[in-house]
């Protein structure tokens, strides 16, 4: 039996995305430039039906959507765009953001900005009464994620936009993992600046959005002849936009009832916790809909995400961009783990194709892989990690 189980890392591209995209790699193949004649018109309409269906579907009735090459550029563009349009020294951001957040900012610190990365609980969410207080005159920018890819741990997002708003801050918000699985909406989180991804909600690979707002100025990364009204230059990915945008329509027709369903197929994953030495990494009760990382003691998440492997289910350890480092994941850590506790999570994420017959498989294989690691490892019950190097 073969169960996909990483659903955190990427998702399969929905047969109905696929339909959506295919004409426009071989028959409306043109210029959505080219406006000066009929076909190219034609797509430049699809074009803008795609974008249109993305800003509805984040309550967006004013403001720009620039289509990005994914999640990381948007995140990019939002930050060193942002920077370079307006004046501040000053960006706030959290220890467990997504390296294509937490990269920018350490390059806008070489460049004289002052970054304060706020703490998060054993939960992985952060004390909101903590950002108010690091708030300042000098402030440019709030950057936080909405929901954690590593944790699946959710923010109140609706309570930092209330700060941001009686602060006049603004704020970018990286929904590359929640939109799509939870709802987002521009009317209840009220932000400046999101990052939108397609891959994560069974759209395709490389394309993704940055939304900003009215009155944001945001200076453009790529240059070149001016697509995207100047903000993004490039031929733009066709066949990405109409699979991003149907795959928007198709989750907003299905998303409330999947997080359901696998609200129920997680209940099963739960059962995990009953290993002796195990136990939930992030919020229980504040947690995207499917997704559950556990710790095992004196075990390595590698070796148990390589037998599960051997039993045709695919999980990820950590972060699946970060993994083939074989690094401590620095959202565990800044959650209290320790580097050797980190090294033993696994991270199963449940999609809308799963079963509850895969999820038995995952749940009856666990168990009897921890059992056997735990016996040949050379870190037993009471001694501490490091003993086992020696």
Not at 10 to 30: C, I, L
Not at 110 to 133: C, Q, S
Not at 213 to 219: A, F, R, S, Y
Request: some cysteine.
């Amino acid at each position: 039996m073969h169960v996909y189980a990483d659903h955190a890392s990427t998702t399969p591209v929905d047969p109905k995305v696929m339909n959506a995209m295919q004409p426009f790699f071989s028959e409306h193949y043109s210029n959505p430039e080219s406006v000066f004649y009929g076909r190219g018109y034609s797509v430049r309409q699809e074009v803008e039906k795609a974008r249109d269906t993305i800003q509805k579907a984040i309550g967006s009735e004013k403001g720009k959507l620039v289509f990005t090459s994914g999640g990381t550029e948007a995140n990019n563009l939002a930050l060193f765009g942002y920077c370079k349009a307006n004046k501040g020294k000053q960006i706030i951001s959290t220890t467990i953001e997504h390296g294509s957040v937490l990269e920018p900012l350490k390059q806008l610190e070489k460049h004289g900005y002052e970054i304060i990365l706020l703490d998060v609980d054993k939960t992985g969410r952060i004390n909101t009464d903590a950002l108010a207080a690091a708030i300042s005159k000098k402030t440019a920018l709030v950057s936080i994620g909405h929901a954690n890819l590593e944790t699946g741990t959710i923010q109140d997002m609706k309570k930092i936009s209330k700060i941001t708003r009686q602060e006049n801050v603004p704020l970018h918000v990286d929904a590359t993992y929640s939109f799509g699985r939870i709802p987002f909406n521009l009317k209840e989180i009220p932000s400046d600046l999101v990052s939108l991804t397609a891959h994560r909600m069974y759209g395709p690979k490389g394309i993704g959005a940055l939304y900003i707002g009215p009155g944001i100025e945001v200076k453009p990364l790529i240059y070149g002849s001016g697509q995207e009204k100047g903000m993004r230059s490039g031929m733009i990915n066709v066949p990405g936009v109409i699979g991003f945008g149907k795959a928007v329509e198709l989750r907003e027709k299905t998303m409330r009832s999947e997080a359901e369903k696998l609200r129920e197929l997680e209940k099963s994953l739960f059962k995990l916790l009953e290993i002796p030495d195990s136990w939930l990494n992030g919020s229980k009760n504040h947690r995207i809909p499917g997704h559950v990382n556990i710790s095992f003691k004196y075990v390595e998440g590698e070796s148990i995400a390589t037998l599960l492997d051997q039993q045709g289910i695919e999980v990820s350890t950590g972060s699946a961009c970060s993994s083939p480092t074989l690094q401590a994941s620095h959202v565990l850590l800044a959650l209290g783990l320790k580097v050797e506790e980190v090294h033993g999570s696994v991270r199963f994420t449940l999609g809308k194709d799963n079963t509850k017959k895969q999820v038995d498989h995952i749940t009856k294989h666990v168990p009897t892989i921890i059992k056997e690691l735990r016996k040949i490892s050379a870190w037993q019950p009471g001694e501490e990690y490091h003993e086992h190097l020696h």
